[in-house]
Structure formats: structure tokens, C-alpha cells
């Protein structure tokens, strides 16, 4: 877990316990979950251990470590559960405490997010008016003497074509971008195809030296399977509805869903490029849609 954003004390039947709230979400660590639930630290741990090992939940997806210091002055790293794990405990042990404290925790979650949203777009709306007055100071210089060089107008060039760049990271930072209109359908490549594609980056990777052969080595068919998902219709209708909502989520169920024993990142970007290519859209207008900044980015993956 990184820092905390913040503690909350929860007060309820018989029970007071510091509430750690971080990435959206609130989080208790064993004794905590035992003290809420006027239950034993051994009851709370056996009832975890039935709902990861039924897979009614997943491990690493309700369970983070923090570094905390000890009452003995020494650092240790303990388990923290999230809302999910302490409400699936809880139904188990106190279903009367459990419903409190989803609400409390459901209006609590609420409010930190609504602060958190106003805070985060007065700081963008800052930030932004900064870049482009910034950009507007670079332009009038260009358009002076001062500046007359092809090698300084072409610097301007590149912070011109890339503010908006900048702009789309800061929203995404900010937790304030917004899913634009996509073009519906796109075309997914089949099980085969995909791993036929792999194979070829896998050898040239490893030709270079930059991977193993442990790389793209795939985990009980999980490629089919997420395919299979990305291709799967709501009541009739797509899922992913367009080639954009296809791509995006293509490339976070391989990195999220580990289908290889090793190069998600690295696949799920090839995999993300190949897919926009395949459907004409990993350029517009003859530029292409991912700066070369997030190419980068992708290929360091």
C-alpha cells in the first residue's frame, strides 16, 4: 500500500477501531477485523482462509501490506483487508455489525471521493491554465527573433503537438478522464493467430537478448479464456462495445490477469498495438494515436 490518505475512526456496538482509507477503498488489518467483529484473531484468520481458498474472493485483490510499527519499536509488515474481505468475514460472524459498517464505510468512501474529485480538478484546472500560458510564452518567442532557428522551431513543434498529451496524463493522474466516443466493432484475432504473433516477438526478444524462454509461456489456456471475454455480449448487446473499449480492456486483462508466466506488460502492449493496427485505427488523420512517449512507455514494460 503506498501512504495513507487518510484514518477514520469508526465507532460502533462495542467496538472503535482506526480506519485506513487508500486507493478508494477502506482497510483493516486482522486484529482490527477481529475488534469490529467482537470475534478472536484465530475465528477471523480460519474465515479468511475459507473464502480465499473457495475463491469466493481473490487474495490479491482484497489483501495489501503496510509497513507498521510495532508497540516493540520495530517495523513489520502486516496484512491490511479490504471492504470486500472484512463485509465477506462479517456476514460470517456479526451480519448485524457487517451491514453497519458497509454503510458507514459506503457513505464515508463517498465523501473522501467527492473532496478527493473537487480537490483533484482545481488542481488540474491549475495546472492546465500553467501549461498553456507556458505554451503561449514558447509560441510568442518562436514567432520573435529571439528564436529562429529550425532546430528551435522545431522544439516548439514538439511541445505544441504534445500539450495535449500532457494534458490527457494529467487527467488521468487526476482521476478525471472522461471514456471518449469510440468506433463500434473491432475484430479480436483468435487464440491462434495470437499466439503465432507472440511467438514471433518472443523469438526476436530473445535473439536480442531481452527475454527467456519463459516468456509468453502461456497459463491453462488463459489467452482463449480472456479472448473469449473480451468477445462476450450483456443481454444481447457487446460487452465492448467499440474498438477503443476492446483495446483498452484487452491490455488490462493481460496485465491484471498474468495469463503468462512471464512478459504480460510487454505482451498486452503488443497485443494492444497489434489490435488497433488490425482494425485501422492506430493512426488518424496520418498521425498516429499513440505518442511516441506511450510507445516508449509500453516497450520499457
Known sequence: MKPVSAIVIYEGENARVEVRIEHDNVWLNLQQV????????????????????????????????????AADGKTYLVDYYNLDAII?????????????????????????????YTLNRQRFEQNARELEATLALVRKAAAGEVLTTDQGRGLVDIIARYTQTFLLLQHYDEG????????????????????AAIARLKAELIQRGEASELFGRERDNGLTALLGNLDQTVLGAPAYPTIESKAAHLLYF????????????????????EFLDRNGRL???????????????SRCW
Open 254 to 273: 493481460v496485465i491484471k490477469d498474468h495469463p503468462f508466466v512471464d512478459g504480460n506488460k510487454r505482451i498486452g502492449s503488443f497485443l494492444f498495438v
Open 283 to 297: 493512426f488518424r488523420d496520418g498521425e498516429p494515436v499513440i505518442t511516441t512517449w506511450g510507445w516508449r512507455r
Open 34 to 69: 477481529a475488534d469490529l467483529f467482537g470475534r478472536d484473531k484465530s475465528v477471523i484468520s480460519r474465515h479468511l482462509k475459507n473464502i480465499f481458498d473457495t475463491k469466493e474472493l481473490e487474495r490479491d485483490s482484497v489483501v495489501a501490506k503496510n509497513a507498521t510499527t
Open 88 to 116: 465477506s468475514v462479517g456476514y460470517r460472524v456479526n451480519s448485524t455489525r457487517a451491514t453497519r459498517f458497509r454503510q458507514w464505510a459506503t457513505r464515508v468512501l463517498r465523501e473522501h471521493l467527492t473532496k478527493g
Open 176 to 195: 478525471l478522464l472522461a471514456e471518449p466516443k469510440g468506433v463500434p466493432g473491432g475484430v479480436l484475432p483468435t487464440a491462434q493467430v495470437a499466439r
